[in-house]
């Protein structure tokens, strides 16, 4: 199909249901994104449809997605043997001390490895972001960080997304103590390219510092590269609802307590 048709809309006309989703879906063109964005800040039918639209996907993510993803992740897990083989291997004992920062790089072997994209339930088509942390601790098997899970200062985190489309990634950290930093890219001041639909394990791993407390990392997706500082104060305007034009905020948390 030539994206082109999919955007055409004569004076007048309203946009087409494919349009609106591929504009969800961040599948146009830089061009034709801001044109249908410029057309629905202007036509109160369309804006309705792609309010709408936004709508669903909010109730989708809320109430479908939330029962369907534990059964998805038990299937993922069953079947992730070799990542866990490959994160040991990856990650080597020196680190680089960063001063004034909240954690470490720790140097791997080579760039992070793409993996086969898995299943997702849709609505319309639509597929969210995702964001996983993994974290292993001193020469033991990685293992899943969830919400509740309780890690300890030197534990070691990596990072596994899937862009959705996204084209730009940043992953961000506020610890215990309201530090914020940045993951990925480390130390960086602006998020980075990041391609496809399929999950990517991010190169590189984080070394907890000794800040103690709740630690909330984010994912944030984007379609146009943005700032740490603008990260930053979204997230101190709305910690649990930030907002930014074109960016998916995917959040993590955990406790980091002493052994």
């Known amino acids: ?28 063109s830089a061009p034709e994104a801001n044109e249908a ?18 709508d669903d996907k909010a109730r989708f993510e809320q109430f479908v997605f939330a029962r ?25 004992i020196p680190t680089l001390a960063v001063a004034g920062a909240a954690a470490a790089v720790v140097l791997t072997t080579g760039p992070g490895t793409q ?38 200062p030197s534990d070691r985190i990596r990072f596994v997304v899937s862009p959705a489309g996204a084209k730009y990634l940043m992953v961000a950290s506020t610890d215990g103590a309201g ?3 940045v993951y990925h890219p480390f130390g960086a001041a602006q998020s980075h390219p990041v391609e496809g639909k399929a999950k990517v394990e991010l190169p590189g791993a984080v070394e907890l510092d000794d800040t103690l407390g709740a630690e909330k990392i984010v994912a944030v997706f984007s379609d146009a590269p943005i700032t740490a500082a603008q990260v930053e104060a979204a997230l101190k305007l709305d910690a649990k609802n930030p907002k930014l034009p074109g960016v998916s905020f995917v959040f993590r948390e955990f406790r980091k307590a002493t052994p």
């Open 1 to 28: 199909m030539n994206s082109s048709t999919a955007t055409a809309h004569p004076r007048g006309a309203h946009l087409s249901s494919e349009t609106i989703d591929l504009l969800l879906l961040s599948a146009l």
């Open 37 to 54: 964005k410029h057309h629905i800040d202007s036509c109160e039918s369309c804006r309705t449809r792609w309010r709408e639209l936004n």
């Open 68 to 92: 369907t993803l534990p059964k998805v992740e038990a299937r993922v897990a069953a079947s992730r043997g070799s990542f866990f083989d490959r994160f040991k291997l990856k990650l080597l």
């Open 115 to 152: 993996t086969e994209d898995d299943s997702y339930v849709g609505m319309k088509g639509f597929a969210s972001p995702s964001f996983e942390v993994f974290a292993m601790r001193g020469a033991g098997a990685a293992f899943a960080v969830k919400d509740d899970t309780v890690l300890h």
């Open 179 to 181: 530090v914020f930093s």
